[in-house]
């Protein structure tokens, strides 16, 4: 009868053993090898589902860096949110802190100027649209600022000239990048992305720093 090794839990075939199962034995061995071998990348993963315990070496060591990063929540791994960035509907991404959740994108569009309040409730949804103010007349605004137009369309606009808004809101465009002319300020139209809470994200913390 087969024997199970202690640590990795490998199956040593016995000289009894039949062909066949000699044959799975080996196949369970190199999975449970290739479960429990460490691998070893630049970077911390930006996609995919990790295991609580993984670790993963730094292949680009270096004086300053750590020597690699270890995986202490199960769950998956996305980029972090960036600012003005299309995103499509299904693109994952999460908070720059790692807030402990990731976020799937559940309607294409842009990104805002500031990272949005990501929610923590399972499911809820947020509008990327942080740091907005409402349009209004004579007003000075400075490179960079997003407004919403008086009559929510699905955009935002992000100032790309500095100066002093009209007397009347502008017709606002709703193709992605074109200009609305505004008095002295110009602004580009970016459509609005949302999120939506998608369960728990990985977590990868560093180790052993290179002196």
Not at 8 to 35: C, F, G, W, Y
Not at 158 to 173: C, D, I, K, L, Q
Not at 187 to 192: E, M, N, T
């Amino acid at each position: 009868m087969a024997k199970i090794t202690d640590k990795l839990k490998l199956v040593q075939p016995e000289l009894s053993d039949s062909i066949h199962s000699t044959i799975q034995s080996l196949a369970h061995n190199m999975q449970r090898l290739d479960e429990h071998a460490d691998e070893a990348m630049p970077a911390i993963p930006t996609y995919g589902a990790w295991k609580q315990g993984v670790r993963i070496w730094n292949s680009a060591p270096a004086a300053g860096v750590p020597v690699g990063w270890v995986n202490v929540q199960e769950g998956e791994q996305a980029p972090a949110w960036a600012r003005l960035t299309y995103y499509q509907a299904g693109e994952k991404v999460l908070s720059a802190d790692n807030n402990g959740h990731i976020y799937t994108c559940s309607q294409a569009g842009y990104s805002g100027i500031v990272e949005p309040i990501f929610p923590l409730t399972a499911g809820a949804q947020v509008e990327d649209t942080r740091g907005r103010t409402a349009w209004s007349p004579l007003a000075v605004r400075s490179l960079g600022e997003l407004v919403m137009p008086s009559a929510p369309n699905g955009f935002f606009y992000v100032s790309v000239v500095a100066g002093r808004t009209g007397t009347a809101e502008p017709p606002w465009t709703v193709v992605n990048g074109s200009s609305v002319n505004d008095g002295e300020v110009v602004w580009h139209a970016y459509k609005i992305a949302k999120w939506k809470e998608a369960g728990i994200s990985a977590h990868f913390r560093p180790f052993g720093m290179i002196g």
